[in-house]
């Protein structure tokens, strides 16, 4: 089981000093989509370039011309790029193709996708490194969680690895580890604490036990 760090609310050098305190007990990091709107993919580019190390997730919620913007993300450092499950077919097709002439992965998010089973099985097939059920900010408000949907994926894909997202912070993190997901997507849960080192820690070491 994999941590990643989602960085939604920061410029480039807040993410840098954000990564510093945390990168010893995190896998991956997250370009969140605000950040990427903000700075564009040179946000990408400066936080590979600070930390080679780590992998580094651009967030780019690809709906259309996936192969063009895959090509992009990657050429600035992205490790794993996403796009959006709701997405035709054919655009995830091309996410895949050039994620893989260029050594990337892809995971899909299935914010919003309302047949999560069939569809799953459908990105399974068409080769999608990563299936991530994700509770949105909306939906979290109104007391939503993603667990059903994480078992729902779980039993029909063969060889996608799983991902999780959506308001996960310590107190639910022993729920999250039950289900297994392979990739564990934190934002909040650590951006927003006082000792973010401590809870990132806290965090890897109850999944390591999981």
Do not use: W
């Not at 709107?37 to 936080?47: F, H, R, S, Y």
């Not at 967030?59 to 090509?71: F, N, P, Q, R, T």
């Not at 690895?161 to 564990?184: F, N, S, W, Y």
């Amino acid at each position: 089981m994999k941590l990643q760090l989602a960085l939604d609310l920061v410029d480039i050098p807040g993410a840098i000093d954000l990564i510093k305190e945390v990168e010893e007990h995190v896998d991956v990091v997250e370009i969140g989509t605000p950040v990427v709107i903000n700075e564009g993919l040179k946000a990408v580019k400066e936080v590979k370039a600070a930390f080679p190390d780590l992998t580094v997730l651009a967030d780019l919620k690809i709906m259309d011309a996936a192969g063009y913007e895959v090509s992009q993300a990657s050429a600035a450092g992205a490790d794993i790029i996403t796009i959006l499950g709701a997405a035709e077919d054919e655009s995830i097709k091309g996410a895949v193709e050039e994620a893989k002439k260029q050594g990337k992965q892809i995971l899909v998010d299935m914010i919003a996708v309302k047949d999560i089973e069939t569809r799953a099985k459908e990105l399974d097939e068409l080769g999608a490194d990563y299936i991530c059920v994700h509770t949105g900010y909306d939906l979290q408000a109104v007391g939503q969680n993603s667990f059903e949907d994480l078992h729902t994926i779980k039993s029909v894909v063969k060889n996608a690895k799983t991902a999780i997202a959506g308001g996960i912070k310590l107190e639910t993190l022993a729920e999250v580890v039950k289900h297994q997901p392979d990739l564990i997507i934190v934002g909040g849960g650590i951006t927003s604490k006082e000792d973010k080192k401590a809870a990132a820690s806290e965090m890897k070491e109850l999944m390591l036990q999981g």
